[in-house]
């Protein structure tokens, strides 16, 4: 779990949920550097001519999970990352329609960049088809 804000509440309220299954939580200091890095690729992105990038509030979940296991893992592949549609269906509780774009918190089109470059470093292995 990473969203810093809520994560003991959600945590809480996981475990009285689901008892069997263990729950745990990003550090405020890992979530930090993790914005770090990503400021850094989205400035290498711009040099290299990519953008323009739209402002962004925060990371999508899969970006935190994406991030962290690049660093635990010597392979990380993924797969539908670079397919985001504001017409599609929702990712959330499997709503047939988006109730809002996901713009307003994330910049999609830097994330997509974002995994194409570490793609191309090597770093993960984008499944695209």
């Excluded at 069997?20 to 290299?48: A, C, F, H, T, W």
């Excluded at 970006?63 to 985001?84: E, I, K, N, P, Q």
């Excluded at 990712?91 to 194409?116: C, P, T």
Aim: aromatic residues 12%.
């Amino acid at each position: 779990l990473w969203f810093p804000l809520a994560q003991d509440d959600v945590l809480a309220n996981c475990a009285k949920r689901f008892p069997e299954n263990p729950g745990y939580g990003m550090s405020p200091r890992l979530i930090q550097s993790m914005v770090r890095v990503v400021k850094l690729l989205r400035v290498d992105l711009q040099r290299l001519g990519q953008g323009a990038f739209g402002n962004w509030y925060q990371l999508t979940s899969g970006a935190h999970g994406v991030l962290h296991f690049a660093r635990m893992c010597d392979t990380v592949s993924l797969y539908g990352f670079t397919t985001y549609s504001s017409k599609g269906p929702d990712q959330y509780n499997g709503r047939l329609k988006k109730q809002h774009s996901g713009q307003v918190f994330h910049d999609w089109a830097m994330e997509g960049a974002i995994w194409r470059l570490m793609n191309a470093a090597g770093i993960i292995n984008l499944c695209t088809h």
